[in-house]
């Protein structure tokens, strides 16, 4: 068994969990104008998570851990700017989380560094997503307005 593999997986595992989260929460909340269309973007993500916990929930038992139950700090609010502001914050976590991953398997379990690359481009693909949409000053000032913040 490969403990400190197993731990970087269970952090990663946390970080999906509150992807999980986050997302589900966005979308519950976002209302106004982009309502349609953000509400199902934010809905896709957290299906996306769920995916990637699923499946690093199951390597992390095959390699003969435990996978986590817990999960990070959520960031929740009601203004879209700071949702899509925050899915591109987690997004660019989650590059991180599985390039340190990455770095960690390369040379010792090819099979797990496939699994790793495959989900890193999703993630990739997240930052990208949501860097375009941020770099919209139009979407972005109809998003910005009064809102609510918290973290749980």
């Given at each position: 068994?490969?403990?400190?593999?197993?731990?970087?997986?269970?952090?990663?595992?946390?970080?999906?969990?509150?992807?999980?989260?986050?997302?589900?929460?966005?979308?519950?909340?976002?209302?106004?104008l982009?309502?349609?269309?953000?509400?199902?973007?934010f809905?896709?993500?957290?299906?996306?998570?769920?995916g990637?916990?699923?499946?690093?929930?199951?390597?992390?038992?095959?390699?003969?851990?435990?996978?986590?139950i817990?999960?990070?700090?959520?960031?929740?609010?009601?203004?879209?700017?700071e949702?899509?502001?925050?899915?591109?914050?987690?997004?660019?976590?989650?590059?991180?989380?599985?390039?340190?991953?990455?770095?960690?398997?390369?040379?010792?379990?090819?099979?797990?560094v496939?699994?790793?690359?495959?989900?890193?481009?999703?993630?990739?693909?997240g930052?990208?997503?949501?860097?375009?949409?941020?770099?919209?000053?139009?979407?972005?000032?109809?998003?910005?307005?009064g809102?609510?913040?918290?973290?749980?």
């Amino acid at each position: 068994m490969d403990q400190p593999m197993i731990d970087k997986l269970n952090e990663i595992l946390r970080h999906e969990w509150t992807g999980v989260a986050q997302y589900s929460q966005a979308a519950f909340v976002v209302t106004g104008l982009w309502r349609e269309v953000y509400n199902e973007i934010f809905l896709e993500s957290a299906k996306e998570s769920f995916g990637h916990a699923r499946t690093i929930g199951q390597k992390i038992a095959a390699l003969g851990g435990v996978p986590t139950i817990e999960r990070n700090q959520v960031k929740q609010t009601d203004d879209l700017h700071e949702m899509l502001t925050n899915a591109l914050e987690f997004e660019s976590m989650a590059v991180k989380h599985y390039e340190e991953a990455l770095a960690m398997a390369d040379g010792k379990n090819r099979p797990l560094v496939v699994l790793l690359e495959e989900i890193l481009l999703e993630e990739q693909d997240g930052v990208d997503q949501f860097t375009m949409i941020l770099k919209d000053p139009t979407v972005a000032a109809q998003a910005k307005g009064g809102s609510a913040s918290k973290v749980g």
